[in-house]
């Protein structure tokens, strides 16, 4: 059995970046079988954008998210072209700035924000959001450790060692609240 994971948001928020960072930290840390791919549009700055990791044991056939196991939603369109997506079980992380309506994901999907923007903004580069995006989904999730995600990290995002570190430290200790809680189906 595969988990899908889906980071969604809008051009230049480092959504695939994150997604080629998971995708390395499940796969060569971890040792699992990894699917990354990626959609955005290239041509315009606040275009869609979103980064896909499939992994799990087994070897993947299809390499393509359709309804993901969790969603990390960066931006209020992630959310409106996502939520219908999701299906009974899955769990959603949002950006407590960017995302102010979580309505559309349906009753039984588990929703929790965090306030990854600030984070970011409060370390003085917004540009890292996608860093404390990821040690808010280890957390969340449970899927990889900090230090996992932080070994994957410190080979895939070189540029700023200090700022990326504090990020994701950051990120994996946030608030991570509950939306709302999930109906029983």
Not at 79 to 96: F, T
Not at 108 to 120: D, E, K, N, S
Request: aromatic content about 6%; overall charge neutral; hydrophobic content about 50%.
């Amino acid at each position: 059995m595969s988990t899908q994971v889906r980071f969604a948001g809008v051009g230049s928020q480092g959504l695939v970046s994150a997604s080629i960072i998971l995708a390395e930290a499940l796969g060569i840390v971890r040792d699992y079988e990894v699917v990354q791919t990626q959609f955005y549009a290239a041509s315009i700055q606040g275009g869609a954008s979103c980064g896909d990791v499939i992994f799990g044991r087994e070897k993947i056939i299809f390499p393509w998210v359709l309804a993901p196991d969790v969603l990390v939603a960066l931006a209020q369109d992630a959310v409106r072209a996502h939520a219908p997506a999701m299906r009974p079980g899955s769990r959603v992380l949002v950006d407590d700035l960017m995302v102010t309506d979580t309505s559309l994901f349906g009753p039984a999907v588990a929703v929790h924000r965090a306030p990854l923007t600030v984070i970011a903004d409060e370390l003085g580069v917004r540009k890292c959001t996608n860093i404390v995006a990821l040690g808010a989904f280890a957390k969340l999730t449970g899927y990889l450790t900090l230090d996992e995600i932080g070994r994957a990290v410190a080979t895939r995002a070189p540029g700023h060692p200090d700022v990326n570190r504090e990020a994701l430290k950051r990120g994996f200790n946030a608030r991570i609240e509950s939306a709302r809680a999930p109906a029983l189906a």
